[in-house]
């Protein structure tokens, strides 16, 4: 692989500050303040609309941000747009699969894009790791929600980013889909990568992440240790954080 060289100084995975995110008179993200070191799994809970989204296509590059200071891996997505994408690996929440193409077509444009070399045994165990290799010559168009959202995590995980984005990475996945997401993270974070996961699901969230920032109405209400959010007691903890 060559996507990634190995970096002499370690910056901080991920460094939001004061981030806001407005679309026109709507205040997406309004004053979320995030850190993620390398090696570390950060979750971020929240209702609907709670700006998770946003904060997650903020730091991929996809969204702008407003205002605020927003770096991924050292890189300014303002100042320094190309380098912070090729840093990030990112699953959308929805879409960014080509229906016409097949998993095995999207891991060659991706390769292409990224100018990687030698990532094909990656990819294919990628593609088996998520029980997807029976179908990888196969046009997406047919594939269920789980096998999408499968073959979105292995696409950001394929160039071994230095920043990982799942967004709903387990929404409608099976529990296999989940051990291998899971075995993704420990992956990224074992190489020294911050993983960023906002998810619904608090009990596979504290599984995987030792941190857990609760945002509700664009702002960041907590950051809290995975185990303060465990359990039936971190359920009431979390409920009482979004009442
Ligand atoms: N492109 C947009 N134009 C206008 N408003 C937007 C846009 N994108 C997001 N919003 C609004 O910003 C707020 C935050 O949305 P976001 O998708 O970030 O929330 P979320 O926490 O990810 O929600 P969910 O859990 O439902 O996915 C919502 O009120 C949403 O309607």
Redesign the pocket.
Known sequence: MTGREPSSTVATAVDVAGLH?R??T????AGVDLRAEPGQALA?L????????????VLAGV?PPSEGRVEVAGHDVRAEPLEAKRVVGYCP?VGGLVPRATPWEHLQLSARLRRLDGWEARGRALLEQFDLGAVAHRVTAGFSHGMGRRLSVVLAALHEPEVLLL??PFDGVDPLGVEATFGVIEDARARGAGVLV?T?LRDLAVQVCAEVAV?RG?VRLATVSAEFMTGDEGARAYRALLA
């Open positions: 995110v679309f026109g709507v205040e997406a993200v971020l929240g209702r609907n609309g709670a700006g998770k989204s946003t904060t997650m296509r969204v929440d967004d709903e906002s619904h945002l664009g």
